[in-house]
């Protein structure tokens, strides 16, 4: 089936630096990826939505120039959170969405210290 | 716009026993849903959808969950928990659109964290 292969799975980063997650459809092309983040004991909240090809489309609060998404390719997106702060630690999930329906990534726990 | 409710944040139960947990939506348009299930520091995993036809949807694991319009629910029922059911589980709504993406953006319930006692 579907597989969303989502890197690295944990990251530690200093306050300041940025960090890039990754995710990559691994046997589809996945034209659509969404992108969420989840906060311990919460629910996953929509941060941006992007097409291969062109801008992501961010959700109402979110930090275009913070959460910086590039899906360049259709097996490929990726999102980098630039000058990350203690508040920005969360847990990211992306999903490849399609005709199919949706498959998401294994999720990349943040840690900003 | 769409939404998700689920009823409970936490649901616990003894193994063997009915699972029932509850999921209520709003929606414009005709929805799709979902029921995922995920354990600590994991992604999502699939448990069922419904789209269109029939209501009763059957899904991985023994779980089962059905469509009614009527009272805009979607509850996700197993009819004897096991162990390895323990997880939080999230109900999701999503609206079909055109185009090449049939799939829209997922909206989410809080999630309910099911605990099964021996």
């Known amino acids: 089936g579907a597989v969303v292969s989502q890197h690295p799975s944990r990251v530690i980063c200093k306050s300041g630096t940025s960090v890039k997650i990754e995710c990559r459809s691994l046997d589809f092309q996945a034209t659509t990826m969404f992108w969420y983040r989840q906060f311990p004991k919460q629910s996953l909240m929509l941060m941006a939505t992007?097409?291969?090809?062109?801008?992501?489309?961010?959700e109402q609060g979110v930090e275009k120039d913070k959460f910086l998404i590039n899906h360049a390719s259709l097996t490929l997106s990726t999102l980098t959170v630039t000058s990350a702060h203690p508040e920005d630690s969360s847990f990211y999930i992306c999903?490849?969405?399609?005709?199919?329906?949706?498959?998401f990534g294994s999720g990349t726990r943040l840690t900003v210290v | 716009a769409q939404s998700v409710t689920q009823l409970g944040s936490h649901v616990s139960v003894s193994e063997g026993a009915l699972v029932l947990l509850r999921c209520n939506y709003s929606?414009?348009?005709?929805?799709?849903l979902f029921w995922y299930v995920q354990y600590p520091n994991q992604g999502l995993q699939l448990l069922l959808k419904?789209?269109?036809?029939?209501?009763l949807v059957k899904g991985i694991n023994g779980f089962e969950a059905e469509f009614k319009k009527s009272e805009t629910s979607f509850h996700l029922t197993k009819p004897s928990a096991h162990m390895s059911d323990a997880a939080e589980y999230f109900c999701a709504v999503s609206v079909p659109m055109g185009g090449g993406t049939s799939y829209g953006k997922l909206t989410f319930g809080q999630g309910t964290i099911l605990t099964v006692h021996p």
């Open positions: 992007s097409n291969e090809g062109s801008k992501a489309t961010y």
């Open positions: 419904y789209t269109t036809g029939a209501t």
């Open positions: 929606s414009s348009v005709p929805p799709y």
């Open positions: 999903s490849a969405g399609g005709d199919y329906g949706y498959t």
